[in-house]
């Protein structure tokens, strides 16, 4: 886990979102509350302060949505900010490397559904930390170097610094210092797992805030994992096509290439597929 608060920054271009930071729970923590408030990687999630204040709290358990510290992930194709259904579940709570991520039915007695936000920046940030590489902070976190904190020469005019964040599993509230990532570099179909945080970009989420600007503003999102190459068809948190939460065994998130826009910083044509798009809740479920 990256130590200590680093100073952040939630824009590049294109009148981005500001005020954060990129922090670490075994450092200065802000609540999820302040985060809502300054975080464009969770009000993106949550579609803004307005869907913020109308949605269903949902965090599995009380030890851990106490304060709003835990964040529910869940897809758009299964449900909605009221009504999320099924949310990020660790199979049979197995708090090792390699256990498989899943979506399973709302409860807030299952402490496999217990997650926090546990860096949040942009991905200039990560990739000032050196948890991103080059390639993917030049197409989702350039700041022209003419500006503040600058980090290339040769950025866009559409360039853009999307939020990053990473999203730990925390049963009970208590940190488990493994996030939500994949084993290997990814590529299509790889398995969604459990991995130490804070290691390398494979456990890093862009929030993707340019893709999908239908579903941007209601709060939901692609997600595209750190470690990706593929810069116009980058690897996103992707739901099976073909399966359903209740299904057995159970079915495995993994990443998958993004479907429906030209290429990584250019023009957004909004056909995401749902078991592409992503929201969250947080507090405790009712």
Not at 117 to 130: E, H, K, L, V, Y
């Amino acid at each position: 886990m990256l130590p200590g608060l680093l100073s952040g920054r939630m824009a590049g271009n294109n009148s981005r979102a500001q005020g954060t930071a990129v922090v670490s729970k075994k450092g200065t923590l802000m609540s999820i509350k302040s985060k809502l408030l300054a975080g464009a990687a969770t009000l993106a999630l949550v579609g803004g302060m307005g869907a913020a204040s109308a949605i269903s709290a949902s965090a599995a358990t009380p030890s851990c949505g106490r304060g709003l510290d835990c964040i529910d992930l869940f897809s758009r194709a299964f449900g909605t900010h009221r009504t999320p259904n099924f949310v990020l579940d660790v199979l049979r709570q197995g708090a090792k490397v390699g256990q498989p991520i899943i979506l399973y039915r709302t409860s807030n007695t299952d402490p496999a559904e217990d997650f926090v936000p546990s860096i949040q920046g942009t991905t200039a940030d990560f990739f000032a930390a050196g948890l991103v590489s080059s390639a993917l902070a030049l197409h989702y976190g350039c700041i022209p170097a003419t500006q503040a904190g600058g980090n290339f020469p040769n950025c866009l005019l559409t360039s853009v610094d999307d939020p990053a964040i990473e999203i730990e599993y925390s049963p009970f509230g208590v940190d488990s210092g493994l996030c939500v990532g994949i084993a290997a570099t990814a590529t299509a179909k790889e398995g969604v797992t459990l991995q130490p945080c804070g290691v390398s970009s494979k456990t890093v989420w862009v929030v993707d805030i340019n893709d999908s600007p239908a579903t941007l503003r209601t709060g939901y999102v692609p997600l595209i994992n750190g470690s990706t190459t593929n810069f116009s068809h980058p690897h996103v948190l992707t739901y099976p096509s073909n399966g359903f939460p209740t299904d057995k065994p159970r079915p495995q998130l993994f990443v998958n290439n993004l479907t429906g826009f030209s290429h990584g910083i250019g023009t957004p044509i909004g056909s995401v597929d749902d078991t592409q798009l992503w929201g969250a809740d947080f507090g405790v479920l009712r």
